[in-house]
């Protein structure tokens, strides 16, 4: 009795682990390579999995918040992907280090040349942005995720606090409090150029997009050891099974 309940938790452990961590990389979401911080620039990656079996991620859409537009926004190239960006005129013109703008982006399209995002691989797709408004705790990115079977996720509805997650969430980028520097993250002062310091920026992204990866892979090993504790306790429990009926029978 004791052999059979041993295996019952360890399977039931097993799956619990694997539930509780696939969460971690289901949904497409934006993560700061660094700081966020209102008022600065910041590169931010869009990271996006490929939750099927039997079909490729080749495309993505991200709409940008209309309601707090950004001056400049600069995709940096992926191997593989086509990135288009898309501009539209203000309503009201934005002022950005004492110029009118009168369009924003509104939208960047990436399109595989290729494959795309095989089954059981993901894509990160860094973005250079800002300046990131100051009067605003967060920026919500609604994204449509395309696969080569024409299928399409709508990755648009907004968390609320206080509220169970969406089925499908947008992606949520949290700012940090204002820092000192006009730039944030950037490192480049107020009156520097803009492309410049986004640049600088950038070329930083590859040295720190390592880290993001962590959570992934630490919820990848849980998976796999709940399932391999779960396999363990389900064979102990049949090999002494087997014992005590060789023992009873003799």
């Known amino acids: 009795m004791k052999a059979s309940r041993i295996a019952a938790a360890g399977a039931v452990s097993g799956i619990a682990v694997l539930a509780l961590s696939a ?10 390579e660094g700081a966020a911080a209102k008022g600065g620039y910041a590169v931010v990656g869009f990271k996006v999995p490929n939750e099927r079996d039997n079909a490729s991620t080749t495309k993505l859409e991200v709409n940008f918040p209309a309601d707090h537009p950004l001056a400049s926004v600069m995709p940096q190239p992926v191997p593989g992907w086509k990135a288009v960006v898309t501009k539209s005129k203000l309503d009201k013109p934005l ?12 939208k960047v399209t990436w399109t595989a040349d290729g494959k ?19 009067d605003a705790d967060q920026l919500v990115f609604k994204a449509l995720q395309t696969y080569d079977n024409k299928e399409v996720v709508r990755w648009i509805e907004v968390p609320q606090e206080g509220q169970e997650e969406p089925d499908y969430p947008a992606p949520v980028l949290e700012l940090a409090a204002a820092e000192g520097d006009a730039h944030g993250s950037s490192g480049a002062k107020a009156g520097d150029d803009t492309e410049a310091a986004a640049r600088n920026t950038a070329a930083d992204t590859s040295a720190s997009s390592d880290s993001g990866d962590s959570s992934d892979t630490t919820a990848r090993v849980l998976a796999v050891v709940g399932i ?18 060789s023992g009873a029978s003799a």
């Not at 795309?116 to 100051?134: H, M, N, R, T």
């Open 23 to 32: 969460p971690a990389f289901a949904h497409v979401s934006v993560q700061p």
């Open 95 to 106: 002022e950005s280090h004492g110029k009118q703008l009168t369009e924003a982006v509104t």
């Open 116 to 134: 795309g995002i095989e089954p059981g691989y993901f894509q990160k797709f860094p973005v250079s942005v800002g300046a990131l408004p100051e």
């Open 228 to 245: 391999v504790v779960g396999a363990a306790g389900v064979a102990y429990g049949v090999l002494a099974g087997r014992r005590r009926d």
